[in-house]
């Protein structure tokens, strides 16, 4: 198995198979409508939507983006049950890259790899777009402040602007804003607190986003802002009590289980053993995580067993590289709690609506609908990590795009008294 984990610097490389900026360029005001055929707008609120954000509200799924992928996103979904106008950045061909068609294998769609590019579409022609997001973007990017994810995508989607300068383009009326997992996601997969956006930092980069969109959008009054994903939750995290026999289960579901026990054990390629301060708390490692293990210890000899430490214990051991402990989740859910507090009084402060997706999250974690464990075994098509996450164990399907949409027009519906219909598939 291989998978990447994006730092911020990864993700200036996304697309490091794309052509020439002259080409970029070429093909940035390339994009596709979607206008519902005579639609009844039962929100005239929504008359003019644009939605912010980065790669869930782009479409990225399966460790990849195509127009499939974007036709999924929630908001077009919300667009389409509105029945207002839909513009989105449409990529050609396989993508750019390809979504993976199996997390174990990691194949690609049409064959591809990591570094395929298929450019834009040249289909229908539209400068204006009503999707602005742009995968890999953090806080740093709407307004395009230094510390941001840039990558070829950004040209791509926006053609030298920030997600704000071409989100008031459309004079919208209407905006959904999801910004924030990228200042959290990568480090916390990769079991460190170094490199996360500091919280002062993140306030001002939300607000000065807000603030430029409503300064730039007179006919801006209503929206959504969708807190930060609680990242100790992404699928790609496995508690320590799956594969530690001796371990104490914070639920239930996270039990020990010995078929993961034996996939990890197959994967470093050594047994494996635990410090006694595994046995308590909820300690935490990525599937990522686990394969630079194996790349650490691919040279000792088959039978030396690799010991996971849970904490630093003083003088004798340093926790295991890539590991959460209870001390660095608690660091990483106080963050996003913070954050999201910021987020929703900001919400109400400018009369918008706020959506929390961990929610959900939660939910399909705690009754397992989002395994502790990725099943290896499901059957071919069949993602791992069960039908709301996609292949790549992080970004969300597109039965979970779904859920978002419905769960959002119910909220609109709520805060504005309209009547839009909920979404029952993807348009």
């Given at each position: 198995?291989?998978?990447?984990?994006?730092?911020r610097a990864?993700?200036?490389?996304?697309?490091?198979g794309?052509?020439?900026?002259?080409v970029?360029?070429?093909?940035a005001?390339?994009?596709?409508?979607?206008t519902?055929?005579?639609?009844?707008?039962?929100?005239?609120?929504?008359a003019?939507?644009v939605?912010?954000?980065n790669?869930?509200?782009?479409?990225?799924?399966?460790?990849?983006?195509n127009?499939?992928?974007?036709k999924?996103?929630?908001?077009?979904?919300l667009a389409?049950a509105?029945?207002?106008?839909?513009?989105y950045?449409?990529?050609?061909g396989?993508g750019?890259?390809?979504?993976l068609?199996?997390?174990?294998?990691?194949t690609?769609v049409?064959?591809?790899?990591?570094?395929t590019c298929?450019?834009?579409?040249?289909?229908?022609?539209?400068a204006?777009?009503?999707?602005?997001?742009v995968?890999?973007?953090?806080?740093f990017?709407?307004?395009?402040?230094?510390?941001?994810?840039?990558?070829?995508?950004t040209?791509?989607?926006?053609?030298?602007?920030?997600?704000?300068q071409?989100?008031?383009?459309?004079?919208?009326?209407?905006a959904t804003v999801?910004i924030?997992?990228?200042d959290?996601?990568?480090?916390?997969?990769?079991?460190?607190?170094?490199?996360?956006?500091?919280?002062?930092?993140?306030?001002?980069?939300?607000?000065?986003?807000?603030?430029?969109?409503r300064?730039?959008?007179p006919n801006?009054?209503?929206?959504?802002l969708?807190g930060?994903v609680?990242?100790?939750n992404?699928p790609?995290?496995i508690?320590?009590?799956?594969?530690?026999q001796a371990?104490?289960p914070?639920?239930p579901?996270?039990a020990?289980?010995p078929?993961?026990?034996a996939?990890?054990?197959?994967?470093?390629?050594h047994p494996i053993?635990?410090?006694?301060?595994c046995?308590?708390?909820?300690p935490?490692?990525?599937?990522?995580a686990?394969?630079g293990?194996?790349t650490a210890?691919?040279?000792l000899?088959a039978?030396?067993?690799?010991?996971?430490?849970?904490a630093?214990?003083?003088g004798?051991?340093?926790k295991?590289?890539?590991?959460l402990s209870?001390?660095d989740?608690t660091?990483f859910?106080?963050?996003?709690?913070?954050?999201?507090?910021y987020?929703?009084?900001k919400?109400?402060?400018i009369?918008?609506a706020?959506?929390?997706p961990?929610?959900r999250?939660?939910t399909?974690?705690?009754?397992g609908?989002?395994p502790p464990?990725?099943?290896?075994a499901a059957?071919?098509g069949?993602?791992?990590?069960?039908q709301?996450?996609?292949?790549d164990g992080?970004h969300?399907?597109?039965a979970?795009?779904l859920?978002?949409?419905?769960?959002l027009?119910?909220l609109?519906?709520q805060?504005y008294?309209?009547s839009?219909?909920s979404?029952?598939?993807?348009?």
């Open positions: 198995m291989t998978m990447r984990i994006l730092s990864g993700r200036r490389a996304l697309v490091a794309a052509t020439a900026a002259s970029l360029a070429a093909c005001k390339d994009a596709e409508l979607l519902p055929p005579e639609p009844a707008n039962s929100a005239a609120f929504m003019r939507y939605a912010l954000g790669s869930i509200t782009a479409g990225f799924q399966s460790d990849g983006i127009d499939s992928t974007q999924q996103s929630y908001a077009r979904l389409a509105a029945g207002t106008r839909y513009a950045a449409a990529l050609a396989r750019c890259r390809p979504p068609t199996n997390f174990l294998l990691q690609r049409g064959g591809g790899t990591a570094l298929d450019l834009r579409a040249t289909g229908s022609i539209n204006v777009l009503n999707n602005v997001a995968p890999g973007a953090n806080s990017d709407p307004t395009g402040q230094a510390g941001g994810g840039y990558s070829a995508l040209t791509f989607i926006l053609g030298g602007l920030t997600q704000v071409k989100a008031v383009e459309v004079d919208p009326t209407f999801w924030g997992n990228n959290v996601l990568s480090f916390a997969l990769g079991g460190t607190r170094a490199g996360v956006t500091d919280s002062s930092t993140f306030v001002r980069n939300y607000a000065r986003m807000i603030d430029d969109l300064a730039g959008s801006l009054t209503k929206g959504v969708i930060v609680n990242v100790v992404a790609l995290g508690p320590i009590s799956v594969l530690d371990a104490t914070s639920q579901a996270f020990y289980q078929a993961a026990a996939a990890v054990v197959s994967l470093l390629g053993a635990f410090a006694p301060n046995s308590t708390g909820t935490q490692i990525s599937i990522p686990l394969q293990i194996a210890i691919a040279a000899p039978a030396a067993p690799f010991t996971f430490v849970c630093d214990i003083p004798v051991a340093t295991t590289p890539g590991l209870d001390a989740r660091f859910v106080n963050r996003v709690a913070g954050w999201n507090g987020i929703h009084a919400a109400d402060s009369g918008f706020y959506y929390d961990n929610t999250l939660f399909w974690r705690a009754t609908q989002v464990f990725p099943n290896l059957p071919a069949t993602s791992p990590f069960g709301f996450v996609s292949f992080v969300p399907s597109a979970a795009h859920v978002v949409a419905q769960d027009v119910a609109i519906n805060k008294g309209s839009i219909p979404p029952t598939a993807n348009p």
